[in-house]
């Protein structure tokens, strides 16, 4: 899973619930034929499970939230069951046997794991999307399953949904079939056990491309009907990031198809679910959005997974940085090939700065533990893995990982298992380092500064970060040298971000060196950081209007629009047609700027106010609400209807955007923004709960 870096993830260390039964019984297949009724929100399936019994037992347990069962059947005889709303079992003697047969019929409305997205905007047609989340949120609360990961079966799906949409789940489509006048039946297999937090179904508007890695492996890339224009940006290198971990880990991709699908109101952003990774549809990016957030690195990360974590999973939830820290490691190695080795180098530096950071403040974490944070997880063992490959050298890192990932395929391993191909294959004793990176709390911040230092660039980098303190005349020249041709991307930032420190009237010829690097992060830096923009350099900066960058351009918008009241039209005019991001980043900016311009006619204003309000209702995508509401906010325009969406929002089952909505609907109660009748709408929906 790869999380948005705002998000800080406690879910899921509660695995290892019935460690018992794996022992007794092992299950083999499912083959489950599940109906969504997205409409009603409800799931309900005819599903058949083979196993063997291992030795004799008297208990045979499935994972099942609040389901109902009915026509229960081992081996085709009616059976009893029982169930407390967690789990359903069967009871009995037991003697060991291969092949057992288990059949029943359920039936769910879920309240979590699998979601609900009611994108229908008033007076349209019902638009739906349904997706699913396993890691942390239990696929047993739609699939009779099992929340231990080491329970590993072959799922094959089968999906009974609106005709006119499309459906997707892992392995590979076999067959679709009309079932009455509205429905149809799409059918996949796969070929291999997998855990059941990695069962995943999306259904919804999707239309594909499909491409083919070297090796041949189907690429499905999936994207929202309209959206064509955003597939070649946010797919750049898809088919490399195959070929590299197929060679880097030396193991073919282990499943038939992969499958990348862009959905509304996802969680995280990313799941690595087994050859069918579903991500945030902010992602989805035209060439501009490209610049400032492409979907490269979490594309990366996710693919890693299907190595680290769906072939190889972690036996128990303490060594759950074989999964993260791998992926985040092996994305970083595919990002060096794509960026270059600057962006590794920095990379690698910003997240030695936290975890330095935490480690100094006494919160450091070690790596093998259940209950670290993602920090730690993701980044210290990526650092770990960047450590042990300098160790060992990479040829028998790549050895010993190939070691690894062949022998417990479609397994579990631990850290120790890693650790002793690692020492089988370099032929070194890994105690130190295994004391040191995967077992101590504190951060090894000295060697990883040693490590860091072999790169040229890191030593500008600091040589130049070292400057900071210093008066502009003793550092002049080291800043424009930063900013002078060819520019690095960081070290231009950082130049201009020391600017930024002085009176900018004293340095404006190092901001128009800057401003004409044609160095896009330099030139973004300015906008972030140059916000009282002197006269002198005022057509410079009316030129990061046509950035290829949505940040850099939201940025300028709002500073050009402060400071200079007089032109205000004129940079509205510029940016009239440009939605920025899918969250409209510049879109809802505009709108508010224009709404709080005095030369705007009020009748335009009408249409603005009208247009922000709509991005607050509840079929919009949580991120572009998010903005809106803040404007509406700050531009104290709450209406009734915006005040109802807010209260709808505030029980989003997004974490994030639902904290977000009840802080700022806190806020309006607080100030007295709401009227009698709105009060007592918030009371009654707070008594619902
Ligand atoms: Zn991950």
Not at 271 to 286: K, P, Q, R
Request: glycine residues 6%; charged residues 25%; negative net charge.
């Amino acid at each position: 899973m790869k999380l948005p870096v705002f998000f800080s993830f406690l879910g899921f260390l509660t695995a290892g619930m019935h460690a018992q039964q794996s022992a007794a019984v092992d299950f083999t297949h499912l083959q489950a034929n599940v109906k969504i009724d997205p409409f009603k929100k409800a799931v309900s399936g005819d599903v058949v499970f083979t196993f063997d019994i291992l030795k004799a037992t008297d208990s045979i347990l499935i994972d099942a939230q609040k389901m109902h069962f009915s026509e229960v059947f081992l081996n085709d005889a009616p059976a009893e069951f029982g169930t407390d709303g967690k789990k359903f079992w069967l009871t009995g003697n037991f003697s060991p046997a291969k092949d057992q047969q288990l059949r029943l019929k359920y039936s769910a409305a879920p309240s979590q794991t699998m979601y609900f997205i009611n994108k229908t905007a008033l007076g349209k047609a019902p638009d739906y999307q349904v997706w699913t989340q396993g890691q942390g949120r239990y696929t047993s609360h739609w699939l009779p399953s099992f929340d231990e990961p080491g329970e590993k079966l072959e799922f094959d799906l089968s999906v009974i949904y609106p005709s006119e949409e499309t459906v997707i789940a892992n392995g590979e489509l076999q067959k679709t079939e009309k079932i009455g006048d509205s429905l149809t039946r799409w059918q996949f297999d796969m070929e291999q056990p997998m855990s059941s937090y990695l069962v995943a179904i999306a259904a919804g508007d999707f239309e594909k491309e499909i491409r083919f890695s070297k090796n041949g492996i189907p690429l499905e890339l999936y994207f929202p009907a309209g959206m064509e224009h955003k597939v070649e940006p946010t797919y750049r290198h898809t088919e490399f990031l195959m070929d590299f971990f197929e060679e880097k880990t030396g193991v073919a991709y282990p499943w038939e198809i992969y499958k990348q699908i862009p959905v509304q109101d996802f969680l995280y952003a990313g799941m690595e679910n087994t050859g069918a990774t579903i991500y945030s549809d902010l992602f989805l990016v035209d060439s501009t959005g490209y610049q400032d957030q492409n979907y490269v690195n979490i594309n990366a990360h996710e693919l890693a997974h299907q190595w680290f974590g769906n072939l190889v999973t972690a036996a128990s939830p303490e060594h759950h940085w074989l999964q993260e820290g791998f992926s985040t490691y092996y994305a970083l190695l595919a990002e060096k090939e794509i960026f270059g080795e600057d962006y590794y180098y920095r990379k690698l530096f910003k997240t030695a700065e936290e975890l330095k950071q935490l480690s100094d403040q006494g919160k450091g974490m070690a790596l093998v533990s259940k209950n670290a944070n993602s920090l730690t997880y993701y980044q210290k063992g990526a650092w770990a893995l960047h450590i042990l490959q300098e160790l060992i050298g990479a040829e028998a890192f790549d050895a010993g990982v190939k070691n690894y990932l062949e022998k417990y395929e479609f397994a579990t391993a631990t850290t120790e298992d890693l650790l002793a191909e690692m020492e089988a294959a370099s032929g070194i004793d890994l105690s130190t380092f295994e004391k040191n990176w995967l077992r101590q709390s504190a951060f090894q911040g000295t060697e990883a500064f040693e490590s860091l230092k072999r790169s040229p660039f890191i030593q500008k980098y600091l040589e130049l970060a070292a400057a900071k303190p210093l008066p502009i005349s003793e550092k002049r020249e080291l800043l424009k040298q930063a900013l002078s041709f060819p520019v690095n991307d960081y070290l231009g930032q950082e130049a201009v971000l020391q600017l930024a420190l002085e009176d900018p009237a004293t340095v404006t010829d190092l901001y128009k060196k800057a401003f004409s690097s044609g160095n896009i992060f330099t030139r973004q830096a300015i906008a972030f950081s140059l916000q009282q923009i002197p006269q002198q350099l005022k057509g410079q900066y009316e030129t990061l209007l046509k950035d290829e960058s949505y940040l850099t351009q939201e940025s300028a918008l709002y500073n050009l629009w402060m400071n200079f009241p007089g032109d205000r039209p004129k940079y509205l005019k510029q940016l009239e047609n440009v939605d920025g991001f899918n969250s409209k980043n510049i879109r809802t900016l505009w709108l508010a700027l224009s709404l709080a311009t005095p030369e705007v006619s009020a009748e335009s204003k009408k249409n603005y106010i009208t247009e922000l309000e709509a991005y607050t209702a509840p079929h919009q995508k949580f991120q572009v609400r998010e903005n809106a509401f803040g404007y509406l906010y700050q531009l104290n325009a709450f209406s009734s209807e915006t005040i109802y969406n807010l209260m709808e929002a505030a029980r989003h089952h997004n974490y994030r955007f639902r904290e977000f909505s009840k802080q700022l609907l806190k806020t309006l109660v607080d100030s007295g923004q709401l009227t009698a009748e709105e009060q007592d709408t918030l009371q009654k929906r707070l008594d619902e709960k």
